[in-house]
């Protein structure tokens, strides 16, 4: 090849053209832009080799250099295996699957909470559109939409050989029909319906719109009638035939259906006890110094009430500082010693109300439930108990989940054993899974003599109280 002075070109000897001019490569860049600015989101010390050979990338694949692109990420992963970002882009790069996968699947090793490796393991999964996936990108809040009233799809709990009602045996998982004696074994299940808030919240942000319905339709299966399901319940009984309907979805296909259900262990009896017991205590014994606190009289009803109930990851940073008397002030104290150390904790089976009514301080006071008798859930299992449908969103329990699960940690790792010591505690939770549960209820209306009312909440699993406060009747 030759150098064309007055060019500025290399020339082929066979006149072929090997590279462009100098004025039309600054008209070429001119055209493009500038690269944009690729933000890394890797949380830690990034070491600079690493971060040098991922800009490198970048730049590479801005000029189209998809190969060289590749090799550059590759080598910022031998620098630091851990490199989130590298792990993505190179996921993004590459056309080979398996390796595709391989990256995503390290980086939410990594970072369990990435939204964005997630979101692209649900793409390679079938489980996102690309269209779906743009869409969930979006940080702006779904689209509200209203419906004044929705069908519904529902089953019908009665017997499939004289159309009684069924009831239920839970210790034997039975269905058994209170009238002809048939009995039927309740499907087995083995997935409790545990999802990541991560993949919760891409599904959400996917569908663009969050509905807000009215009133529910249901066509009952057993005699054909067509009605109004009670706002907040999931089922209840046809008031012309007595058939047990337990809606499985409606029209805006929406609806959350239960992961798991914790029976009852309390009877109807036991409970009214309980609440008596709770009755007898010293602050009502002084609240009837001032009113007739007396009961008139009690109507029990057992209910499931739904719950949302959260395991957190969390990240903790705790730093002890130690003191000693300084030598030459003897009043005095000096810092002797700061240590930092990081570490993760857990905590599981955080219990959030999912409903507004009853209030959710008082449904709270029921709590703690023991998860360990739960059981996978199938609408059968609400054939001698109604269930309540929650009315909050998985997205507002998280955020008092998140702060129970912080204020929890600061307070296990918030002490010392030295006399001179300060602690502070950093929790940040990294990554949440959940599951919507039903919990057995009994709810109590109490009348007192004065005509005031009052609602108790016993758990139905170990007979815990929850008192409501009195309301005035008119």
Same mark, same amino acid.
């Given at each position: 090849?030759?150098?064309?002075?007055?060019?500025?070109?290399?020339?082929?000897?066979?006149?072929?053209?090997?590279?462009?001019?100098? =004025?039309?490569?600054?008209?070429?860049?001119?055209?493009?832009?500038?690269?944009?600015?690729?933000?890394?989101?890797?949380?830690?010390?990034?070491?600079?080799?690493?971060?040098?050979?991922?800009?490198?990338?970048?730049?590479?694949?801005?000029?189209?250099?998809?190969?060289?692109?590749?090799?550059?990420?590759?080598?910022?992963?031998?620098?630091?295996?851990?490199? *989130?970002?590298?792990?993505?882009?190179?996921?993004?790069?590459?056309?080979?699957?398996?390796?595709?996968?391989?990256?995503?699947?390290?980086?939410?090793?990594?970072?369990?909470?990435?939204?964005?490796? *997630?979101? $692209?393991? &649900? #793409?390679?999964?079938?489980? #996102?559109?690309?269209?779906?996936? $743009?869409? %969930?990108? %979006?940080?702006?809040?779904?689209?509200?939409?209203?419906?004044?009233?929705?069908?519904?799809?529902?089953?019908?709990?009665? /017997?499939?050989?004289?159309?009684?009602?069924?009831?239920?045996?839970?210790?034997?998982?039975?269905?058994? /029909?209170?009238?002809?004696?048939?009995?039927?074994?309740?499907?087995?299940?083995?997935? =409790?319906?545990? +999802?990541? &808030?991560?993949?919760?919240?891409?599904?959400?942000?996917?569908?663009?719109?969050?509905?807000?319905?009215?009133?529910?339709? +249901?066509?009952?299966?057993?005699?054909?009638?067509?009605?109004?399901?009670?706002?907040?319940?999931?089922?209840?009984?046809?008031?012309? /035939?007595?058939?047990?309907?337990?809606?499985?979805?409606?029209?805006?296909?929406?609806?959350?259906?239960?992961?798991?259900?914790?029976?009852?262990?309390?009877?109807?009896?036991?409970?009214?006890?309980?609440?008596? $017991?709770?009755?007898?205590?010293?602050?009502?014994?002084?609240?009837?110094?001032?009113?007739?606190?007396?009961?008139?009289?009690?109507?029990?009803?057992?209910?499931?009430?739904?719950?949302?109930?959260?395991?957190?990851?969390?990240?903790?940073?705790?730093?002890?500082?130690?003191?000693?008397?300084?030598?030459?002030?003897?009043?005095?104290?000096?810092?002797?010693?700061?240590?930092?150390?990081?570490?993760?904790?857990?905590?599981?089976?955080?219990?959030?109300p999912a409903v507004n009514a009853p209030p959710a301080r008082l449904v709270s006071e029921t709590?703690?439930?023991?998860?360990?008798?739960?059981?996978?859930?199938?609408?059968?299992? #609400?054939?001698?108990?109604?269930?309540a449908l929650y009315s909050r969103d998985f997205e507002t329990a998280a955020l008092d989940a998140?702060?129970?699960?912080?204020?929890?940690?600061?307070?296990?790792?918030?002490?010392?054993?030295?006399?001179?010591?300060?602690?502070?505690?950093?929790?940040?939770?990294?990554?949440?899974?959940?599951?919507?549960?039903?919990?057995?209820?009994?709810?109590?209306s109490l009348v007192e003599r004065d005509g005031d009312r009052r609602l108790a909440l016993v758990?139905?699993?170990?007979?815990?109280?929850?008192?409501?406060?009195?309301?005035?009747?008119?």
């Open positions: 090849m030759t150098l064309s002075l007055s060019e500025g070109v290399f020339r082929c000897p066979n006149g072929h053209r090997l590279i462009e001019t100098l =004025d039309e490569a600054q008209a070429r860049l001119r055209a493009k832009g500038n690269r944009p600015v690729v933000a890394i989101n890797f949380r830690g010390a990034l070491d600079m080799r690493a971060r040098s050979l991922f800009e490198s990338a970048h730049d590479y694949l801005w000029r189209g250099d998809t190969d060289a692109a590749i090799d550059a990420l590759r080598d910022a992963l031998d620098v630091q295996p851990d490199f *989130i970002d590298a792990h993505l882009w190179m996921a993004r790069t590459v056309s080979d699957t398996a390796v595709r996968r391989k990256h995503l699947e390290m980086l939410v090793a990594y970072e369990p909470g990435n939204l964005d490796g *997630i979101r $692209e393991l &649900m #793409l390679l999964d079938g489980k #996102l559109t690309p269209e779906q996936a $743009e869409r %969930s990108r %979006s940080t702006a809040a779904p689209i509200l939409q209203h419906a004044e009233a929705v069908k519904t799809t529902t089953r019908t709990l009665a /017997c499939p050989v004289c159309g009684g009602d069924l009831t239920l045996d839970a210790a034997n998982r039975l269905v058994i /029909c209170k009238f002809c004696g048939y009995t039927a074994p309740l499907p087995a299940a083995t997935d =409790d319906g545990a +999802q990541t &808030m991560g993949v919760a919240l891409i599904q959400q942000r996917a569908r663009g719109v969050k509905w807000q319905i009215g009133e529910r339709l +249901q066509h009952c299966n057993n005699c054909g009638a067509e009605r109004t399901i009670p706002q907040g319940r999931l089922s209840g009984a046809c008031p012309f /035939c007595g058939a047990t309907a337990v809606i499985i979805a409606d029209a805006t296909d929406s609806l959350e259906q239960p992961d798991a259900i914790v029976p009852f262990r309390i009877d109807e009896e036991s409970a009214k006890q309980a609440v008596i $017991e709770r009755l007898k205590g010293i602050d009502e014994r002084l609240y009837g110094l001032f009113a007739d606190n007396r009961i008139a009289s009690a109507a029990l009803e057992g209910v499931y009430l739904p719950f949302w109930v959260f395991d957190a990851v969390i990240d903790v940073t705790r730093t002890l500082t130690a003191y000693h008397p300084s030598r030459r002030n003897e009043g005095r104290r000096i810092t002797a010693l700061d240590s930092t150390t990081h570490f993760q904790d857990g905590m599981i089976g955080i219990p959030i709590t703690p439930y023991t998860f360990d008798q739960a059981a996978p859930y199938h609408p059968n299992l #609400l054939a001698k108990y109604p269930a998140r702060t129970i699960a912080a204020a929890a940690t600061r307070a296990r790792h918030g002490h010392s054993e030295a006399h001179e010591a300060e602690v502070r505690v950093s929790a940040s939770v990294q990554q949440m899974t959940f599951r919507l549960a039903l919990m057995p209820v009994w709810m109590v758990n139905g699993q170990t007979g815990r109280v929850a008192l409501g406060t009195p309301e005035r009747t008119k």
